[in-house]
């Protein structure tokens, strides 16, 4: 009876620490899954507003992204200090523990501070059509630690924003227009006059040829077999691919209906016989 009594005066005695700590602990996870919530909340709220105001989709998820993982950061630390973690302690161990993980994901992190510098130096923008690291497309989005692509056959190409920094960017897109370089060979038999007039017609009648810069056409090469022309056209941007191939076929039509002629390598062998 006596360890009876003993026992019951003992969890008399245990029973008020345990209760505060339940409550702290079903406070805590609380704290965790409702500040997650609202982080999540206002990461998202943060890019509507952004793009609302007209800022690119990709500087609105990027700041979107780091914001959520700040708010993140910090309910976590709230519910641990809630639970009855020493935080400051804790932080100091997070700090020594990023320090080897930093080291080990040296890779990750360069990764993290090209997405940044992606961000304020803005060499593209989502929309844009680039050549980086080998690869040709638009920019579908840049995140953290990738830069997404689509290339012009639909396939997604995902680049590590270190290879986008380290490497040489071609930005078709920065510019409204672009001039198109063409090299146009005839035979040396064709009048020169008639295929400059030919081309000129060509272009005259093209809509999406633009007047300013005028474009010009002249002989720049007599080559091994042919007269080459160059013919130097400014467009807007988006009518660039598909102008190229409409004048070289409308060329190509146009040279034949007029007799014009269009070289292409040969050979010719001599046979001689001795007597």
Same mark, same amino acid.
């Given at each position: 009876m006596n360890e009876l009594e003993q026992w019951m005066d003992e969890g008399s005695q245990w029973l008020p620490w345990l209760t505060e700590k339940s409550v702290s602990i079903i406070v805590g996870i609380l704290i965790f899954f409702i500040g997650k919530f609202i982080a999540r909340k206002v990461a998202d709220w943060l890019e509507a507003r952004m793009l609302k105001?007209?800022?690119?989709?990709?500087?609105?998820?990027?700041?979107?992204?780091?914001?959520?993982?700040?708010?993140?950061?910090?309910?976590?630390?709230?519910?641990?200090?809630?639970?009855?973690?020493?935080?400051?302690?804790?932080?100091?161990?997070?700090?020594?523990?990023?320090?080897?993980?930093?080291?080990?994901?040296?890779?990750?992190?360069? $990764?993290?501070?090209?997405?940044? /510098?992606?961000?304020?130096?803005?060499?593209?923008?989502?929309?844009?059509?680039?050549?980086?690291?080998?690869?040709?497309?638009?920019? $579908?989005?840049?995140?953290?630690?990738?830069?997404? /692509?689509?290339?012009?056959? $639909?396939?997604s190409v995902i680049l590590p924003n270190s290879s986008v920094m380290d490497d040489t960017i071609i930005n078709y897109s920065a510019q409204a227009t672009r001039r198109l370089d063409l090299t146009v060979g005839i035979s040396y038999d064709s009048d020169i006059r008639q295929a400059r007039e030919l081309m000129k017609g060509i272009l005259e009648n093209d809509e999406r040829v633009l007047p300013d810069p005028a474009f010009v056409i002249f002989v720049s090469e007599l080559a091994d077999s042919s007269v080459n022309f160059s013919v130097r056209v400014w467009v807007n941007s988006g009518d660039l691919l598909q102008f190229k191939s409409d004048l070289l076929e409308k060329i190509k039509y146009t040279f034949d209906e007029n007799g014009v002629g269009i070289p292409y390598p040969q050979m010719d062998v001599h046979l001689s016989k001795d007597s």
């Open positions: 105001s007209k800022v690119d989709s990709a500087v609105a998820g990027f700041a979107s992204s780091i914001l959520y993982a700040l708010l993140f950061a910090g309910v976590v630390l709230m519910a641990l200090g809630q639970i009855g973690v020493e935080t400051t302690s804790f932080i100091a161990i997070l700090g020594a523990a990023g320090l080897a993980v930093g080291l080990a994901l040296q890779g990750s992190l360069s $990764n993290f501070a090209s997405g940044v /510098l992606i961000i304020l130096l803005r060499p593209f923008k989502t929309g844009d059509f680039v050549e980086v690291a080998g690869q040709m497309g638009t920019v $579908n989005r840049i995140e953290l630690f990738h830069t997404y /692509l689509r290339t012009l056959d $639909n396939r």
